[in-house]
């Protein structure tokens, strides 16, 4: 049976126990948010020895089931001050399963300044000295330690970001090819990673028996129909692993809701040269990777390797979000600049969406011109030096804006929005002013009914169905974190009615229960009646559902406003 | 009449038709409904999932008028 690995950061010190019977069916999501609410006083400063830092793979995380490795992570944001999850792809996730580890939680916080690292193998536990390893950038961090302790071990690590607890910070981990391109990056996570004096956790799996499942030949007959399900949709068999996620530049800009010039107009004039079409066109003619997944085993390979005019590597994990935030966002138009972005970001350890969104605002308050990306990128430079604008920066978009006397800020409960406009994808703007995790697309992604067609359609622009329709997929999104599945997965499953048993028949497999599809809804919204619960106890009230201002400006081409009601908002919530 | 036609994604291969200028513009006598431009162009309407006119979902028989803006999508998704 998995067990729960506890880590006490002050006094060096670790331990295992058996899941309490409340946290043995849970996983991933479920089980970090479950804890955080259990264990974690809401009231307190996230930064201080009372937060806790877990990551938990998703349920199904370990098995042979296509696209289940992803990882959970868990703590109070230090940027919104409520709860968070964090979702991320990598190698950590898998091998933590196949070591029996359902949840490893960071806990207190080291009175000194010594920094450690944690190695996690079959039969040992070590934490390590890691001082001299301080400062190292988060790529050179995972090539210093597969030297170490071999290649394609398990590394989620910090960058500099993280060490000085920016609000920004993210945690980076390895993906199959040892660059640092798969992110935990929203909600400043990296920023408690830091205040517990943890650069880095290597997971090695080595000479770990395969995951035991309950009934192995059922579990391989879904799991079989289930990646034919995934491979035959459209979506996610041909249009992500050709273009990537940036495949969503034109539609968005041609549905008028790609937010240009700080959310100005839903237009960019240049979406075509930072497009998925240029991306995929520069990677076939230059060298680099058009597809490849960011954990074993997944089907679906949305994730590629992006090079320079001369051949050089440039990053890795280039997503639609990155580009739309330093790209349409800034006014900029440059796709390998913001591809030199991306990988700083990835290097020193902040969130793409929060930075790239917050140089945007930089260029509202005047620091530097609109679509400079030379500016931008010496800017960018600055975070994690301990120069102070640096650190502004990668406190993030409400910090910078307040710190340049800026009155339209995109952010909700602090966190900056992401790359579709409130006014024109209305369902995904429920999703960013209810979800308990700040503005957030993944947590209840609209834009399938409201853009794409996906799962049926529902009118943008209009108010009606949205809230429904935005609550549903907060439900099914939950889940989803919660079996460790890739959240790309729900565009077969939202067009498909068997995708949703065959997510329950692996679970019933691998576990040896007798769950229905009804108990997968239950369960999505029980992890978000603890996520709002905790947020209740620190302190959100319904002002802290609102969408900024800013949103109430007509939003050209459709010229829409945003222009829900708390009471309309509050029905998101209601279970 | 003049209609301005972007195809996307897979689509794009279609756009080397003779009909359709290099900057995007296709001259066709109206009336006209978003299905018969994709029947000039020979692009397979079963290959087209969305259609925007002027940025607004639109169907295969939706009438096209002068200075429209169209766009051709096939099935994707990302986020
Ligand atoms: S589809 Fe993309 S994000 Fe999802 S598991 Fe595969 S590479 Fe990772």
Redesign the pocket.
Known sequence: MSRILRINTREKRYSFESPSPELQALGGRALTSKMILNEVPATCHPLSQFNKLIFAPGLLSGTPAA?S??LSIGAKSPLTGGIKESNT?GLVSQKLARLGIKALVLEDKPIDDAYSIIVIKKDSVEILPADDYLGTTNGDMIAKLWERFGKRVGVASIGPAGEQRLTGASIQFADPKGHPG?AAGRGGLGAVMGSKKIKAIVVDDGGADKLTLHDPDAFKAANQKWADLLRNHPV?GQG?PAYG?AVLVNVINEAGALPTQNFRSGRFEFAGDISGETLAANIEQRGGIVS????PG??????QVYHDKDNNYLTS?FEYETIWAFGAHCMIKDLDDIARMDRLCDDVGVDTIETGVTIGVAMEGGLIPWGDSKAAIELLKKVGTGDPMGKIIGNGAAFTGQALGVDRVPVVKKQALPAYDPRAVKAVGVTYATTPMGADHTAGYGVCQNILNVGGTIDPLKKEHNVEISKDLQIATAAIDAAGL????AFPVLDHAEGLQLIVDMLNAQYGLSLGASDVVQLGISILKDEHEFNRLAGFTAKDDRLPDMFKEVFPPHNTTWDFTDDELMKAKTF | MRVELKVFASLAKYAAHPLLSADGVVELPSPVSVGQIADALNIPRKEIKLIFLNGIHAQIDTAVKDGDRVGFFPPIGGG
């Open positions: 696209n490795g992803r792809g798969r996610s992500l996620t490849e997944g960011c954990h997944c089907v679906i390979r949305c994730s994990g890739c959240l790309f997965v």
